[in-house]
C-alpha cells in the first residue's frame, strides 16, 4: 500500500492532485486545513488543506486517456447537481453557483455571504458536499439569522383573534376567505368574519359573498366600538378574522387613526400582509411606517407572480418576526399553505417560478444561434437587451427584465464593443464564456 500526503490550496486541488498521481482507486485517510507561511519572514499566511490518502499498488491502473464526448443539452443529468445522484462534483464550484443563485433571487449580499462561508467551512472536514449537508448547514445558519415559522394556531378551548393588516392590494380580503375556509372545512375550527367598512367599492359585497360560500358568519363595522362589540358578540367562535381596508403607508394621518382601532387590544394577533413583488426597499420602508403596531405575524401573498424570494428572507432576518402563511393564487381554499423553512428554500434555491423561463431563455437563444448560421462559430456568448447599450453574462440578474423578443446574441465581448454596447458593472462580462457550455451555464446560474 503506498500512503502519500498532499498540501494545495483548496480540496479540489487536492483530489485532483492524489487522483493524478494515485489514480482513481485512493482512498483518503484523512484531511485539515493548515495555514501556509510565506513572503518575508513567514509574515503571510495563505489558507490550504492537507490530505493524506492511500491505494494499494496491486489494484492500481495507469489513468487512462479521457475521450472527449459531446454532451447532451436536452437531458438533466449533465447538470451540475442532479437530484438524483445527490452528491456534487466540486464543492467550491458550487457554492459559488450558490451565491450567484442567492444574488440572482435578490439576497442581500451580507446574507449571501453568510451563507456561503457556513458551507466553505465544512469542505475540509467532510471533503465533499452532497443535498443534505448543504441544505441542513443552510437551515442552521439561517435558523441562527433569527428566522422564524409560525403558523396560527389555536390551542384547545380557547380562542384567537386576528386582524389582517397591510397595504392596499395585497389580498387581505381574499386571504381572511381562505384562512376562513381552511380552518373550517379542514381543521373543524368554528370561525367569523369581521370587515372594517372603509366604504371601500364592493368590498363588503366581496366578503359578504365570500362568507356566504364557506358558511360564516359576518360582522361590518365603522369604529372602534363597534369593533369591540362584534368582537365580544363572536366570543363563543374558535377563530375570528378581521379583514381591515388597505393602508396608505406614507399617509401619518391615516396610520394614525388606523393605529387607534386597535390601540390597547392585546387580544387581537397582528398579522402583516405583504406582496412576494414588492421591492426590498419598499419592505423597509413599509417596517419603519408601521413600527408603531406591534406586528406579530407575518403574511406574504403572491408568491406565485414573483419570479425571485429573496426579498422575503432578507426581510426576516432582518425584523426577526416569525412568519405564518405564504398564498400563491385567487384559488380558495387551495391558494395557502403554512409558511416553512424547506418551502422558503426550495423557491430561493431550486428557483420553481424561475425554472422554466431560464429553460426558456436557453431555447431562445439557441433559436436564434441556429437561424443565423453561426453556432459552430461561435466560442462564447453574451446577451443584451436590444433596446438598450449593456450587455451581460447569461447568468446575470438583469437578465431575467429582457423580454424573448428583445433578446440580442453576441459571439465575443469585441462583438458587443463593436456594436457600441458597454459591459454590465453588476457581472462584469469577460471573454470567458465558451458557447459549447451555454445551456449548462444557464441551467446552473438561473435554472439551478
Known sequence: MQIKRFEAKNMTEALRLIKKEL???????????????????????KNGVEVTAATDNSFYQPKEKKVLVKRD????????????????????????????????Q?????????????????????????EQMMMETLVSTINDMGVEFGPIQINQGSRKVIALIGPAGVGKTTTAAKLAAVWKFQKGKNVALIIMDDHRIGAVDQ???????????????SDKNGLREAIKKLKNKDLVIIDTPGLNCRNDLELEKFYKYFEKMKLIETHLLLSATTKEKDFIDISERLNKFEIN????????ESST???????????????????????????????????LLSLIIKGENEKRRGIDFVKKIKTMCNEENRESDIKEYFVANQNSDVFHKPG??????IKEDNIVVFKSVSDAEEKRFKPCRYCKPKPEIKYEYLQYDMRRRIAS
Open 309 to 343: 424570494h429573496g426579498n422575503i428572507l432578507s426581510h426576516l432576518i432582518r425584523t426577526k418576526i416569525p412568519v405564518s402563511c405564504f398564498t400563491c393564487g385567487q384559488k380558495i381554499p387551495e391558494s395557502i399553505e403554512d409558511a416553512s423553512m424547506n418551502r
Open 297 to 304: 405575524r407575518l403574511i406574504f401573498t403572491k408568491i406565485d
Open 23 to 45: 489514480g482513481s482507486e485512493a482512498v483518503i485517510l484523512s484531511a485539515r486545513s493548515l495555514k501556509r507561511e510565506s513572503g518575508i519572514l513567514g509574515a503571510l499566511k
Open 396 to 401: 446575470c440578474k438583469w437578465t431575467r427584465m
Open 207 to 221: 366578503i359578504k359573498n365570500y362568507s356566504k360560500i364557506i358558511g360564516v358568519p359576518v360582522e361590518i363595522v
Open 106 to 130: 435578490d439576497v442581500n449580499e451580507d446574507t449571501a455571504y453568510k451563507l456561503t462561508k457556513e458551507l466553505k467551512k465544512i469542505i475540509p472536514s467532510k471533503g465533499m458536499i452532497d
Open 73 to 104: 443539452f436536452n437531458t438533466d443529468r449533465n447538470d451540475r447537481f442532479n437530484p438524483k445522484m445527490e452528491i456534487y462534483k466540486d464543492d467550491e464550484d458550487v457554492i459559488s453557483s450558490l451565491n450567484s443563485k442567492l444574488l440572482f
